[in-house]
């Protein structure tokens, strides 16, 4: 059976905006959750401004049980907590929860990556001109990786594009709903072809947006 | 000013212990400009960071103005390091601020009025020479320019001494004195006292006082420049010494004078420009021949160090020599 696509097109942009409100709110959740995170890692590793054995092991442990397991499995596994939090499983709100979740983590191990390669010197000197630990993290962490921090979070941007779409599949609404109901379930290729190309689209938005930013942090 | 009395620094590494320093005493006055000199893995560095903290001493102590930095809590040790400057090797200066940002950091941290710091950083640009790169970043900048950088950041908070890790490593021979001429400067206008660390005999001779010899953590000598320079104890003393002034010619340019008995004449102080030599070669009718040799200033002092052969009757050569031993060393040279 085949749409119509007069009537369609509204539907099409409705999951568009799904998926976008989405996006936007899990990059949101999971920039803050998971640059708390990575800058925890970072701070608590040996040597570290903050070093903190047990919270750096604890930390480390979670991010390496949580980020092996692939997003529909943890989508499903999580829904329990996910209808306690949000009240129920399906739609877009319940969506945004396990995907933040999920991304926090990658945005965590993304912010820790950034820091490790800011130069140690650059972080001595502010230690040496009176700098305390949150000082440090406020105006030389963030600051020194934000560059390479923004092209990072471009780069989870399009996988939160990719957990969007499956949170769709089972039942969070937007662009992977439509494809999976319509183009998938009813055989409708010009379905499939549709959203495809509009999420090639975002993915190209995302990529054009973050590279602009970074080089406009980065100077060059 | 600056005191370590029998400091050690131990590193716990997997399964092994690495003594950085080990039983270190030395006292930095007031004003000096102190240099720390030896070869890699020496430990200067980790005795450099000693100073303001940034290592614990495993043992001992390091006393700033009769107190140690170990006795404060760590809200007043960040009060305390902002009376020590320092400055880097690599200049670690912020790459996403501009040079007035870098120099004003010290400042934002310490919480001063934004109107003060930006009078601060306007005078501390004039100081060191950048106040057209005020805007520039830090990629903009030339090595010379940036560790310029360093030294006005290091000054912002008005610190009473400055520590150097390598400061002119990194940098050319002609850039490297402008940066040591500035060090002095800092030294002498701002009466900022100095304890630099380097690998390079010529910047302890260029601008130091005093100077400590390391070798494998410890301090195997130590004292005025002049003293340690002109005569130097230890073989490692020696070796930076030979580095910037070959004691001898090669075997090669010796080989034409095997036949002759060589002579050091060792000039120090005023006797430097006395006409010693000429006036005794003169009076016995005796020839000199300088072969070898250099005539430097230390510490505003002279320092000469002259090889050279005679010719003339043997018995009137000895009472060149002899006479010359009344005022300077001299030494006779062993041609291998
Ligand atoms: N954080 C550390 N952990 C373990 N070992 C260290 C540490 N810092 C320094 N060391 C060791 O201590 C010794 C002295 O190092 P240090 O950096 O003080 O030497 P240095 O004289 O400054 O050498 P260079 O001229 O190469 O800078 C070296 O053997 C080094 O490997
Ligand atoms: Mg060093």
Known sequence: MKVDWQTFWPRIVEATGQTLTMVIATLIFSTIIGTIIGLTLFATRKGGILENRWVAIILNLGINIIRPIPFVILLVALMPLTRTVVGTTIGTAAAIFPITIAASFVVARVVENNLISIDPGVIEAAEAMGASPLQIIRTVLIPEALGPLVLGLTFVTVSLIDFSAVAGTVGGGGLGHI??????QRFDTSVIVVTVVILIILVQLAQWLGNTLSSKILRR | MIEFRNVTKTFQTKG??????EKVSLTVEAGDIFGIIGFSGAGKSTLLR????????????????????TDYTKKELRQQRRDIGMIFQNFNLFTSRTVAKNIAYPLELAGVAKAEIKHKVEELLRFVGLSDKAKHYPEQLSGGQKQRVGIARALATSPRILICDEATSALDPNTTADILQLIQKVNKELGITVLLITHEMQVIEAICNRVAVMEEGRVIESGTVFDTFTNPQHATTKRFISATEQDLPSAHLLEKWSGSQLYRLIFKGDKASDPLLSQATRKHQV??????????????????NLIVSFE????????????LRQAIEVKEVAIA
Do not use: C, W
């Not at chain 2, 092994?16 to 320093?21: E, F, M, P």
């Not at chain 2, 040799?293 to 002092?301: A, C, D, I, P, S």
């Open chain 2, 312 to 323: 003339g009757e043997e018995q009137k050569i000895q009472a060149v020599l002899q006479e």
């Open chain 1, 179 to 184: 494809a999976m109901t319509h183009g998938y």
């Open chain 2, 287 to 304: 020839d000199v021949n300088i072969i070898y040799g250099t005539v430097k200033e230390l510490q505003q002092r002279f320092f000469g």
């Open chain 2, 16 to 21: 092994q212990a690495i003594t950085a320093v």
């Open chain 2, 50 to 69: 000693l100073v303001n903290l940034l290592e614990k001493p495993t043992e001992g102590e390091v006393l700033i103005n009769d107190k140690s930095l």
